[in-house]
């Protein structure tokens, strides 16, 4: 089993920033590849970025390219989502997730085994 633990949510105000951070523990984490999704209420959870194991390759969901950053240090076991221009429509609760292939362009969230527990995410207007 990977355990993963998100942390770095809050509230910010629009146009603000706020990075996300992933730890993994458990099982050899080697060859995963990372994702971040968001779900808000009522709403199904959705695709926001991905990021192979080497960090070489990124994907992001239109909503949020070239707002978002997602990274990854593989000695410390974290995937980060750095998250800048915040709108109000990026309220959610992130998740992020995993997956021991290495198969980052998968962006549904059955391509993911594991996932963390969610860290909320709330943008005021």
């Known amino acids: 089993q990977v355990q993963l633990v998100e942390s770095g949510g809050g509230l910010v105000q629009a146009g603000g920033s706020l990075r996300l951070s992933c730890a993994a523990s458990?099982?050899?984490?080697?060859?995963?590849?990372g994702g971040w999704f968001r779900q808000a209420p009522g709403k199904e959870r959705d695709f926001v970025a991905s990021?192979?194991?080497?960090?070489?390759?990124?994907n992001y969901a239109d909503s949020v390219k070239g707002r978002f950053t997602v990274s990854r240090d593989n000695a410390k076991n974290t995937v980060y989502l750095q998250m800048n221009s915040l709108k109000p429509e990026d309220t959610a609760v992130y998740y992020c997730?995993?997956?021991?292939?290495?198969?980052?362009?998968?962006?549904?969230?059955?391509?993911?085994?594991?996932w963390g527990q969610g860290t909320q995410v709330t943008v005021s207007s």
């Open positions: 997730a995993a997956d021991l292939h290495n198969q980052f362009w998968i962006r549904s969230t059955t391509g993911y085994p594991y």
């Open positions: 990021i192979s194991w080497s960090g070489t390759i990124t």
């Open positions: 458990g099982r050899t984490y080697s060859n995963s590849a």
